[in-house]
């Protein structure tokens, strides 16, 4: 039952992480791909209301964490509490920027609130890039189970770490890099005009910047967390979602060569799924690594509540999942298809 419940742990980070990230990507490049208030408020229009729903996903995470893990949730929630609460109050500020932009026709308000968009876009694909870095090169965990972490110390990766060091840093920009490209997708299916064209092309730069990067951090994590690699490979469940990252890629790839927009943004899913469900499989079952004493790591089993907790947990879980899934192809049938050009009046 652990395992299971581990499975849906990465299975809401990783839907959290795609579907919202290509509403933080859209935010990322709409000054970019948006020239003036009319295509910015396309690009705004593209994302509707669905990053509303978009952010369930992490409530959801949190649920979960509660009630299978909650030694891993006491333990994160304390250490991370600085992190966090940049993170919730980025996304405030780009809930508030999308709800108020449209409630007033002047310029000067619209272009306030875009910019506003524009940094809280950038604050959380840059949060949620260095707290995956903090998951993959450990956190300073004694013997108690409780770590706080600074913004920076040493900037070393192993001993007293911070939130920031040049391993995490990395795998922030990476993550910058790659949501942008996921937004840049994203928009070339949705909209028209000079918008979808300037979508289509920084789409085709940012995903060659991508793999790149790409290659840059593999070679950092197989030096910071060599086990990763190792889990992988002898795992093989693990090799699925490799397999599924790697069939993505190509996707990706190929489909903005060949100027294939659907495909291209759904090998930009792909990759995304795969590669977070690759590297949550390469180190199960260290939940929290500890970079002062590896003894002092939280496992899955060691992080997890009793048997009869897992059980009532997983037994609510495919209800509430069935009812989030239907909820989402109602809603996303409703907004499918192409965006209008036309401003449609306040909000979005």
């Known amino acids: 039952m652990v395992e ?19 509403d933080i990507g859209a935010g990322l490049i709409h000054f970019a791909v948006g020239r003036n208030e009319a295509e910015r408020g396309l690009v705004i229009r593209a994302i509707g209301p669905l990053w ?26 304390a250490g991370f509490y600085l992190a966090l609460f940049l993170l919730l109050w980025s996304l405030i500020l780009r809930g508030v920027a999308l709800e108020v932009r449209g409630l007033v026709r002047d310029p000067l308000w619209r272009e306030a609130w875009d910019f506003a968009f524009a940094v809280a876009s950038l604050l959380l694909a840059l949060l949620i890039g260095a707290a995956l870095g903090n998951v993959l090169r450990g956190v300073p965990l004694g013997a108690s189970g409780d770590f706080t972490l600074a913004f920076f110390t040493n900037f070393r990766v192993q001993g007293t770490v911070g939130i920031l060091d040049w391993y995490t840093l990395s795998i922030a920009g990476f993550f910058v890099t ?23 092309r920084l789409a085709r730069w940012l995903w060659f910047a991508v793999l790149a990067l790409l290659v840059v951090t593999c070679a950092e994590t197989a030096v910071v967390r060599p086990e990763l690699f190792a889990g992988i490979g ?7 979602p490799a397999g599924v990252f790697g069939a993505g890629t190509a996707l990706a790839v190929i489909g903005q060569w060949r100027r294939r927009e659907r495909a291209a943004f759904l090998g930009s899913c792909l990759l995304i799924g795969g590669l977070m469900a690759a590297g949550a499989a390469g180190i199960y079952p260290v939940m929290l690594k500890s970079t002062l004493d590896p003894a002092a790591s939280i496992t899955a089993a060691g992080g997890a509540t009793d048997a ?12 509430a999942f069935g009812l989030a ?13 192409k ?3 036309t401003d449609s009046g306040p909000g979005y």
Do not use: C, M, N, Q
Not at 4 to 22: E, K, M, Q, R, S
Not at 178 to 200: F, I, M
Not at 234 to 240: D, E, N, S, V
């Open 339 to 341: 965006v209008p050009a």
């Open 52 to 77: 509303v729903w978009h952010e369930v996903w992490l409530v959801a995470l949190g649920g979960v964490l509660f009630a299978a893990f909650p030694a891993v949730l006491a333990s994160a929630f």
């Open 178 to 200: 790659l949501l942008g490209a996921h937004g840049a997708s994203y928009l070339a299916v949705k909209t028209t005009g000079p918008v979808h064209d300037r979508s289509e």
């Open 308 to 319: 009869a907790g897992l059980r009532v947990a997983l037994l609510w879980w495919p209800l």
């Open 4 to 22: 299971l419940a581990y499975a849906i742990v990465v299975l809401l980070l990783t839907g959290f992480v795609i579907l919202d990230g290509w």
């Open 325 to 337: 899934v239907s909820y989402a192809l109602i809603v996303y049938r409703h907004y499918r298809g």
């Open 234 to 240: 002898r795992r093989p469940l693990a090799w699925l």
